[in-house]
């Protein structure tokens, strides 16, 4: 049966306010848990888990009636003493809570899962027996002089917003059923098949993030408009001031007037960039409120009691971004609690509390955001490190003996690495930190590592706040012209050619008391030799992390802001290149990757 537009609009509202009440309520249940006094967060949990149960009987979504009325429940009855909150019963409202995301992705899918809900259903039950009651009756803790008196079981929502109100009347109550009859058949999605029973809901239901729309804010909508009016006004301008140039307006009044246009134009499209760019933003919290739930879960399953801290959850950075560091946290929390946090007895005769801390926190530097996840364990010991890494033959004693303690944590990142004496669920098969870097790297960003033996360690991300506009050095090698983002230049100079010198097969040039690699762009780009004769050259200076080098090149063009372009799939892995972006004359220009240029030098002074 096909829906109308009507009825999909229906549909699309439930799901978008569905879909945004349940991604907030795992943050709230895993606070409850800390702070079961907290009368205001439990009554809105109960109002979320109430809403969606009154706008999926209004829909006809019997399922979900049927979960989400049990949650209810017990959900009713911890916020009015009745039952004391423990983990127990936390566990249990969250794999309901899990259930119902999995039930709701099925909808927002379009197909209808006959899912298995008795193991969970019979899970919730206990809690609502009388046996129950006198187990765990309490003098009530939530003060509810002021909220409504819990709605009846079958009772329909009057809308999505309002359902978790106070209850309607008779009248409106029975109204709300025929409603729902008549509108139940109608709006079901995509009339399809009902499959085989699932005998368990997917995990979690992480399909419900879609990152597919942003909300914006009004005032954002506004300055926008505002600067389109802007940009109108000057293109009328320069059509004008085109026909006056055609009908023989003096050139010299001609060149006055476009420089004048050129500047307020430059000023009007950079404020419409910067607008559109914060459009695309997003707080940070749309990644970081689903690990106080993973923290939880981690914990347990290990065995150790761990503290939580976010910090700077409301920090903006490109939905781009935020895509893709989910996963690259997820090793990182999970790393912290396997391998960083002491067990409570190990961390109490240590001298610590028995509960382990993580701060996962955020904050803008400049035109970047730094990420960090700091725990108090034990720490990393380089000397383990190394000693694993020599046993897995991933690297030699002579390389070991060149390593400095950065260089030795470093090896944390290549592939096959794992301290881990055995393998489990969590971690220890040599695969996760690999990862990480590769993700990060594939974001223009960098990892660092700060280390305390016995005290903690710290992983810093530092990632651009958008990926689709930089700032750049504008470099020319023989007659080619390159961009190198101007994030990772440390400095330029000019150089006499004479002063570089070979040791090892590597070109270096002594600076200050360091001696600097060298890397000419014109042979790892393959670019025609023309300037033979030239007796200096330029060195523009990189780096990621500690690591430095420096891109011998013919001149220095300048910065610019510049849009990056992908190269396409077939071009994509090219090493050294990140990208490419067009030039005001229309030429194209490569953006040069730092991080893989200081990779690949790294591995051919290794083969040497």
């Known amino acids: 049966m096909a829906i109308d537009c009507e009825d999909q609009e229906l549909l699309d509202g439930f799901l978008a306010e569905t879909t945004e009440l349940l991604e907030k309520l795992d943050d709230d249940l895993i606070s409850l848990e800390k702070s079961p006094e907290d009368a205001e967060l439990m009554n809105r949990i109960f109002r979320s888990i109430h809403t969606v149960k009154g706008a999926s009987s209004f829909l006809g979504f019997d399922m979900l009636v049927k ?333 070991l003996a060149s390593m400095g303690t950065r260089e030795i944590l470093d090896l944390l990142f290549l592939p096959g690495f794992s301290t881990k004496e055995q393998a489990t669920d969590l971690s220890g098969r040599g695969v996760g930190m690999d990862v990480v870097r590769t993700n990060i790297r594939k974001l223009n960003g960098i990892i660092e590592i700060k280390n305390d033996v016995g005290r903690g360690s710290e992983f810093i991300l530092k990632l651009p706040l958008t990926l689709a506009i930089i700032q750049s050095l504008l470099v020319e090698v023989e007659r080619e012209v390159y961009s190198i983002p101007l994030a990772s230049v440390i400095e330029t100079m000019r150089v006499s050619k004479s002063e570089f010198h070979m040791i090892g097969g590597q070109e270096v040039l002594k600076l200050r008391d360091s001696v600097l690699p060298l890397l000419r762009l014109q042979q790892t780009f393959g670019c025609q030799e023309v300037y033979r004769e030239r007796d200096t050259c330029y060195v523009v200076i990189v780096g990621v992390a500690e690591k430095r080098i420096g891109l011998i090149v013919t001149r220095l063009l300048g910065q610019q802001e510049v849009a990056i372009k992908s190269l396409g799939k077939f071009l994509s892995n090219l090493p050294g290149i990140g990208g490419s972006t067009i030039m005001g004359d229309g030429r194209v220009a490569l953006i040069v990757d730092p991080m893989g240029l200081i990779g690949g030098s790294e591995a051919a002074g290794a083969r040497k």
């Open 67 to 399: 979960v989400t009325h049990k949650t209810e429940d017990v959900l009713n009855r911890l916020r009015k003493g009745e039952l004391k909150l423990n983990p127990e019963i936390m566990d249990v409202v969250l794999e309901a809570v899990d259930l119902v995301k999995t039930l709701v992705a099925d909808i927002k899918g379009g197909d209808i899962v006959e899912r298995d809900l008795e193991g969970t259903i019979s899970k919730l039950i206990p809690f609502l027996s009388e046996n129950a009651v006198e187990a765990t009756v309490l003098a009530p803790v939530f003060t509810t002089a002021k909220e409504p008196s819990p709605p009846p079981p079958a009772e329909p929502a009057q809308a999505f917003a309002g359902a978790a109100e106070a209850p309607p009347s008779k009248e409106a109550a029975a109204a709300d059923r025929a409603l729902a009859k008549a509108a139940a058949p109608a709006v079901q999605p995509k009339a399809q098949p009902i499959k085989e029973p699932a005998k368990s809901p997917a995990k979690g239901g992480e399909e419900l993030a879609d990152n597919s729309t942003v909300r914006v804010d009004v005032k954002r909508l506004d300055d926008l408009m505002n600067q389109v009016g802007e940009l109108v006004l000057e293109r009328n301008r320069m059509i004008q001031l085109h026909s006056d140039y055609q009908t023989g307006l003096d050139p010299a009044g001609f060149s006055d007037d476009f420089g004048k246009l050129s500047k307020r134009l430059n000023f009007v499209t950079s404020e419409l960039q910067m607008q559109v760019l914060k459009m695309r933003m997003l707080p940070v919290e749309k990644v970081f409120k689903k690990f106080p739930r993973i923290v939880r879960n981690l914990a347990r399953d290990l065995g150790k009691e761990v503290d939580l801290v976010i910090i700077g959850e409301e920090t903006e950075l490109d939905r781009s971004v935020v895509d893709e560091i989910g996963d690259p946290l997820i090793h990182l929390i999970r790393n912290a609690l396997d391998h960083g946090l002491e067990t409570p007895d190990q961390r109490l005769c240590a001298g610590k509390n028995r509960t382990g801390t993580v701060v996962l926190s955020a904050a803008h530097e400049g035109n970047q955001i730094v990420i960090s996840i700091k725990d108090d364990g034990r720490g990393i010991d380089p000397e383990k490190v190394s000693r694993k890494a020599i046993e897995k033959g991933l690297i030699t004693e002579e390389q």
